[in-house]
C-alpha cells in the first residue's frame, strides 16, 4: 500500500505546489486586466475557479494522507486506551465509507457532465469535476493505509501511538 500511496502523496504535494501560485499569478494577471487595462479576460476567472476546485481535492487528499484533518488530532488527544483504539477503528470505517460514496457520486457527476461545455474556456465540464472523484480515490487510497497501520498498532501494543 505505502508503494502506491507515497508516490501518490508526492504528486498531491507536486500538484499542489504548481497549482497554488498559478492560481495566484492568473488571479494577480486578471486584477492588472480589470483594474489598470479595464479589459478583464472572462476565462481567467473560470480557470481560477476550477484550480480552486482542484487545489482543494488536491490539498483535502494530502491532508488525510498526513493525519492533518481536525478530528483525527482532537480525538486522539481526547480519549486513551481502548476507547480511543475502538473510536478510531469506527471513525476508520466511517470516513472510508464516506470516501466511497463521494468517489461513486463524484464519478456520476462527472461523467453527466460530459456533454457540458464550460462557458468561458469552451472544455468539457466534465474535465474540472474530475477533482472530486479522482481526490476521493486519493483519499480512498490513503484512508486504507492508515486504517491498516492504526489496526497493526492496536494489535502489536495494544493502542494507538500518538501522532
Known amino acids: 500500500m505505502k508503494k502506491i500511496n507515497e508516490?501518490?502523496?508526492r504528486l498531491c504535494?507536486?500538484?499542489?505546489?504548481?497549482?497554488?501560485?498559478?492560481?495566484?499569478?492568473?488571479?494577480?494577471?486578471?486584477?492588472?486586466?480589470?483594474?489598470?487595462?479595464?479589459?478583464?479576460?472572462s476565462w481567467i476567472e473560470e480557470l481560477?475557479?476550477?484550480?480552486?476546485?482542484?487545489?482543494?481535492c488536491f490539498g483535502a487528499a494530502y491532508a488525510v494522507r498526513k493525519?492533518?484533518?481536525i478530528a483525527?488530532?482532537?480525538?486522539?488527544?481526547?480519549?486513551?486506551g481502548y476507547?480511543?483504539?475502538a473510536l478510531t477503528i469506527l471513525i476508520h470505517v466511517l470516513v472510508i465509507l464516506f470516501f466511497m460514496v463521494c468517489l461513486m457520486k463524484g464519478i456520476g457527476l462527472s461523467i453527466r457532465q460530459w456533454n457540458v461545455v464550460t462557458p468561458?474556456?469552451?472544455?468539457?465540464?466534465?474535465l474540472p469535476y474530475l477533482g472530486i472523484p479522482i481526490s476521493f480515490a486519493i483519499m480512498l487510497l490513503f484512508g486504507f493505509e492508515l486504517f491498516i497501520k492504526d489496526i497493526?498498532?492496536?494489535?502489536s501494543k495494544g493502542s494507538l501511538p500518538t501522532v
Open 7 to 9: 508516490p501518490l502523496s
Open 13 to 41: 504535494r507536486i500538484m499542489l505546489i504548481i497549482m497554488i501560485p498559478a492560481m495566484t499569478g492568473i488571479v494577480f494577471v486578471q486584477v492588472i486586466l480589470r483594474y489598470v487595462f479595464l479589459s478583464p479576460l
Open 48 to 56: 481560477a475557479r476550477y484550480l480552486l476546485v482542484w487545489i482543494s
Open 67 to 69: 493525519r492533518e484533518h
Open 72 to 80: 483525527v488530532m482532537f480525538l486522539n488527544k481526547m480519549f486513551k
Open 83 to 85: 476507547v480511543k483504539s
Open 120 to 126: 468561458a474556456l469552451q472544455i468539457p465540464r466534465t
Open 152 to 155: 497493526k498498532a492496536i494489535f
